[in-house]
């Protein structure tokens, strides 16, 4: 990763006075060393330590970094207080979204550590059949309808109305529909950042051999 600029000399803070503290409380939190988390966030140790010691005011890219790293937004950094959150989601306000061929429902509410979806992975090939996505975070999936295969490293799953999957989003991994109507299904998956989020690998798991439970 190729380090931030660090920007000018230390100087006095001057705004921003709650980041210190807020920085230091949540690379602790998250059990990160200082070398760890100035590590992930393209930082060095010593350009860290005058973060959390007010010796230095970070820029919005630094903020950005810090926020992917301790898996957080840039507002919680800044202690900012959510709005009140409604836990209940109706369903006639679940708009559905299509997104490479798929239908995707949200299920959860914004701004949450884990993002909750009802999807619909239709037949046939389409531009995400093939691909392989590797990320931070869990993932958790129940199918309601149809027949889904999923591939986990080289083993394929195929799973049925009813069955699960939980499983580190750090294995590579595919989803696509097993039967001719398509498949539906609830997701869930954590929102944790890195410098590696969102990595995906087309179809470099193509080959895997089949395992049906």
């Known amino acids: ?9 230390d100087g006095p803070p001057s705004e921003l006075p709650s980041v210190a503290p807020r920085l230091r409380d949540l690379r602790r939190r ?8 100035a590590r992930v966030a393209g930082l060095s140790p010593a350009h860290l330590s005058r973060l959390e010691t007010a010796r230095r005011q970070p820029s919005l890219p630094m903020l950005l970094a810090l926020a992917r790293t301790y898996g957080t937004t840039v507002s919680d950094l800044l202690g900012e207080a959510s709005a009140e959150r409604d836990p209940i989601l109706r369903a006639d306000r679940m ?13 959860g509410g914004p701004g949450r550590a884990m993002q ?16 392989v ?37 750090f294995t590579p991994h595919r989803i696509a529909a097993a039967s001719s109507g398509g498949t539906d299904l609830l997701f869930v998956h954590t929102l944790l950042q890195s410098g590696t989020a969102d990595l995906c690998l087309g179809d470099a798991a193509r080959g895997g051999r089949h395992h049906t439970p």
């Open 1 to 9: 990763m190729t380090p931030l600029p660090e920007g000018p000399a």
């Open 30 to 37: 998250s059990g990160l060393t200082l070398e760890a988390a």
């Open 95 to 107: 708009e559905a979204s299509r997104v490479g061929g798929w239908t995707y429902w949200r299920a």
């Open 116 to 131: 909750a979806l009802r999807v619909h992975v239709p037949a046939g090939p389409g531009p995400q059949e093939d691909l």
């Open 133 to 169: 996505r590797v990320h931070p975070g869990e993932e958790w999936l129940y199918v309601t309808r149809g027949r889904l295969r999923l591939t986990l490293g080289e083993t394929v799953h195929v799973l049925a109305v009813g069955d699960a999957a939980h499983f580190d989003s």
